[in-house]
């Protein structure tokens, strides 16, 4: 018994050991790369400065990775900012990055929300309805390739002439984004179920929405929830596009613009890896409703 206990702890520990080296490993390298990288990409502006004077590789690197306004930041640069905008600056200012990630992270969940209802709900048409399915989803698809950069000053220009400024033109663009993975997930996972099993519960005569309530939607539940995860990050990047070419005074893409007009790229990058982050949380929430639905439907773990 000890013995299997022993295995059965140490079997539990070697996967969560064996994930942790690689992800290290991946993380230095591309440190050493982002480091090396800035001293290639900044070394032109040094060595500019410097003349006729002469210098040493040592000081060449030092330079390239403290310049005010480089082509390429070093990390710890990034982190510096990120510990004045983010730690060091009140919420309330309009200086702080967590000020200007709420303003976008409002327009993603909302834009999040209304993609996610007009998605389940063309899904279900498209499903239930064959006249929709040929009308209906070849316009769907063609809707994704025209640019969001294209469109989204459109969206803008359109809603103010009718008054409809703030978050709702970035939450449209968010939906215009992420309806598209939920809707074809979703017709994917309606579609799921067995022919057999479609054909007993006609056998059982069972109603239409007993079909879509009892197997359809259950069998669709893990396409959804991975269409989701795909969605939310796009509906991010539709609120940071929708504030870019709008001249928007708040938001991680105001920061993005204002940083490109000054030839700030700290700032810039700074405002990239808040969205990431935004965006690894947002993820993160998703899979946690994932496991918590699939665990009240009964799924194994």
Request: aromatic share 8%; charged share 10%.
């Amino acid at each position: 018994m000890a013995a299997a206990s022993i295995g059965q702890h140490g079997g539990s520990a070697t996967p969560r050991s064996g994930r942790a080296l690689p992800v290290a490993v991946v993380t230095l390298a591309i440190l050493l790369v982002w480091y090396l990288g800035a001293v290639w990409l900044n070394a032109p502006q040094v060595i500019d400065r410097y003349g006729d004077q002469s210098w040493t590789w040592q000081q060449l690197a030092a330079d390239s990775w403290s310049m005010d306004r480089p082509v390429l930041p070093a990390p710890h640069q990034v982190v510096a900012e990120l510990n004045k905008t983010v730690f060091q600056t009140a919420v309330t200012s309009k200086r702080s990055l967590v000020y200007h990630g709420w303003i976008t992270l409002s327009a993603t969940l909302l834009g999040f929300a209304l993609g996610t209802l007009l998605g389940i709900l063309l899904a279900v048409g498209i499903v239930h309805v064959r006249a929709l399915e040929t009308s209906l989803m070849p316009w769907v698809i063609t809707s994704q390739t025209i640019p969001i950069l294209a469109i989204a000053p459109m969206v803008v220009v359109v809603l103010g002439s009718v008054g409809l400024t703030g978050l709702l033109p970035k939450a449209l663009i968010s939906m215009y984004l992420c309806f598209f993975p939920i809707t074809i997930g979703m017709v994917k996972g309606l579609r799921s179920p067995d022919v057999l099993a479609t054909e007993l519960m006609h056998t059982w005569n069972a109603t239409p929405s007993q079909v879509f309530w009892k197997l359809r939607w259950p069998a669709a539940v893990p396409y959804l929830f991975a269409s989701l995860k795909v969605a939310i990050a796009i509906s991010l990047v539709g609120a940071i596009v929708g504030e870019m070419p709008t001249g928007a005074q708040a938001g991680i893409g105001a920061r993005l613009l204002s940083g490109s007009y000054y030839g700030q790229t700290v700032q810039i990058w700074a405002a990239l890896v808040v969205g990431s982050v935004l965006a690894g949380f947002l993820i993160a929430l998703i899979n946690l409703a994932e496991r918590l639905t699939l665990r009240v439907m009964g799924a194994q773990p």
